[in-house]
């Protein structure tokens, strides 16, 4: 680092700190926390910035209050690289609706399942969807349930 350059360190509860030259340079996290700039001066003159809070909303696991869920939703293989087969228990025989939502909160398929019969396996593509976890959601007029899965490649 130059010694007469102005810069600012940026550092969190992980007690990382990260140092930048006033250059245009940014700091992105994906960790939750709370945050607080440093600025030094030339001439050795600093000021600390207000906390800022920072929740990430990501999914980074598949071992949450999800899985208690899971009973409804029987899956054949997760991971996988493509293709998953879901199975569903007799709430959800007949019609229902089935959505898979990915880690940005945008939805990436929805279809409406008809004449569902318990035992059948209703299979899901994700070939043309990035590898990552996905929250799949399936309700109709009694009963809703949710299960994570993950696409990986190999």
Known sequence: MQDNASYFKFSGETDEEWTFLLDGDTFTTSVSGSYQ???TLQGGTTALSN???YVTDEITSIDDNLLQQAEQIVVDANPS???FNLAFLTEFVGDFDLSVVGADGQQKVRSLIQGYVVGEQV??????LTDGLYLVNVANTSARASIKLLKRSN
Do not use: G
């Not at 299979?123 to 043309?128: G, V």
């Open 123 to 128: 299979p899901l593509d994700l070939t043309n």
């Open 51 to 53: 906390t800022i809070d």
């Open 81 to 83: 690289t493509w293709v």
């Open 37 to 39: 700039a440093r600025i």
